[in-house]
């Protein structure tokens, strides 16, 4: 889980790896994903790597999760996205989306979010991640 957090009230904190450093967070989403990537044996193969939660899951008002998250676009791209995109730079596999409200639309149907922002200014034009 990629998320940066900045509200310690937030009941996920602990399960963030970059926790509220924008660029910790992208050390640590490539290590993982190259570190799945090195372990993958015949046995292994079929396993995928997932960066979750897309996008500014940990960025919920008060922090209670599922909440609304309003933010300006300006924040979103400099401190929420960067993770993101070093993991699917990096080879993640998957994207799992978040379980909020991103500026009114719910994140699991936002089509800003999902399809014009993730697969044209994330991603590579040659490298896109499925997302679930």
């Known amino acids: 889980m990629v998320d940066l957090v900045r509200d310690s009230r937030w009941g996920r904190v602990m399960e963030s790896i970059g926790g509220e450093d924008p660029y910790l967070g992208q050390v640590f989403a490539r290590a993982m994903i190259k570190a799945q990537k090195d372990i993958k044996t015949e046995k292994t193969k079929e396993m995928i790597s997932c960066v979750k939660h897309f996008a500014a899951y940990g960025a919920v008002e008060a922090g209670r999760d599922y909440n609304t998250v309003d933010m300006s676009q300006r924040e979103f791209r400099q401190y929420y996205l960067p993770a993101y995109k070093e993991a699917i730079d990096s080879g993640a596999e998957m994207i799992m989306t978040s379980f909020n409200i991103v500026n009114g639309i719910p994140a699991t149907v936002n089509k800003w979010l999902l ?13 896109h991640a499925q997302i679930s």
């Open 115 to 127: 399809k014009d922002l993730s697969l044209i200014h994330i991603s590579e034009p040659t490298r």
